[in-house]
């Protein structure tokens, strides 16, 4: 059977290649390249341009993730602290696949990449688009000795790791937005999706997942129902994704050996240097309401503090809405 997968990586230099090219090494005729690269076109949502007389090719080039490299791409310290990596051409979720593996008691520092997600999920159940080798999706299993109590300001610490990962690979100055989403510029770059579980008392494990837009094809627009940018817009160049996947890895595996130290407070002054809501006015939007205050930041628990005219509040759950500034003593007089 033809690995479409294989046949991709064929493709990946972005170059022209016949269809009898294509078809020597993978022992098939050209009229199952053709039905095959129709078929991935439409499953990965791929522009593969076919021009009579030269071959197939795809729009842009493919950097595929290359196990070797994102190993050659750890610290030692890093190295330490992983205890395997598996990566996939396509899986349902990397979240879901791992959380699998840790119910059958897979340890501590295993992480699992895929190239594409079939079903890739976002916070409060959103869907996560994830087309195929355009972007980072990625999770990492972690357990710690303690209760699920002091998992508090854990997807913060998430997001830190991310955006210093990304300011290192870049240069690009990210935009934190309670609780775990990095953009720039005030759209979405990237996200993180934690899964708890374990005793009040301890042990408890996470399942940490996060994916990053890297390199977007404009096709996909359509199916983002927000604001979205990419690493290769932001930066004006293309991102090598392996050196990415290395650099976030390292930054995550040792700020969560920190957080189990010190918790939050070790984040706190990259949390203020790159949050990207202080002092705007928001809506914090719950199930059944709505609240609407001045952020002032966030406590060292990873709760967000807001201000409004009934005082200051911290608040744990909720999504944020950035709303049309307006000077909040302005807008008490009015409601006066």
């Not at 950097?63 to 994102?70: A, R, S």
């Not at 160049?237 to 996947?245: A, H, K």
């Not at 939050?264 to 002092?279: A, N, P, V």
Request: hydrophobic share 40%; charged share 20%; with cysteine.
């Amino acid at each position: 059977m033809l690995d479409r997968f294989e046949l991709l990586k064929l493709l990946g230099d972005g170059r022209f290649h016949s269809g009898q090219t294509l078809a020597r090494p993978l022992g098939v005729s050209r009229g199952a390249i053709w039905k095959a690269l129709r078929k991935i076109a439409q499953d990965f949502n791929l522009d593969i341009q076919s021009v009579r007389g030269r071959g197939y090719r795809l729009e842009k080039p493919i950097e595929f993730l290359d196990l070797e490299k994102i190993q050659a791409g750890l610290k030692s310290a890093t190295g330490s602290l992983l205890s395997g990596i598996e990566l996939h051409n396509s899986l349902g979720s990397t979240n879901h696949h791992l959380y699998e593996l840790a119910r059958q008691g897979a340890s501590s520092g295993r992480v699992v990449i895929a190239e594409h997600q079939q079903a890739g999920r976002g916070r409060r159940g959103r869907i996560w688009i994830s087309p195929f080798a355009q972007n980072l999706y990625l999770s990492l299993l972690w357990r710690f000795d303690f209760g699920l109590a002091r998992l508090s300001g854990l997807s913060l610490t998430v997001a830190v790791a991310v955006a210093r990962a990304l300011h290192q690979v870049t240069g690009i100055e990210p935009e934190l937005k309670w609780p775990n989403d990095i953009q720039y510029q005030g759209r979405k770059l990237s996200g993180n999706l934690l899964e708890v579980q374990g005793e009040s008392e301890g042990p408890c494990v996470a399942v940490i997942g996060v994916g990053v837009n890297v390199s977007m094809s404009a096709a996909i627009a359509d199916d983002i129902d927000q604001p979205w940018t990419d690493l290769s817009i932001a930066s004006g160049r293309q991102i090598s994704r392996n050196l990415l996947c290395a650099a976030i890895l390292n930054e995550l595996a040792l700020a969560l050996v920190a957080f189990s130290e010190t918790g939050l407070k070790t984040f706190m002054s990259d949390w203020r240097r790159w949050d990207g809501i202080m002092d705007k006015s928001v809506r914090l939007i719950f199930a059944d309401h709505e609240i609407e205050g001045e952020v002032c930041g966030i406590d060292e628990q990873g709760a967000l503090l807001l201000k409004n005219r009934t005082g200051l509040h911290r608040y744990h759950m909720g999504e944020v809405s950035l709303r049309r500034s307006v000077n909040l003593n302005d807008k008490f007089n009015q409601s006066q």
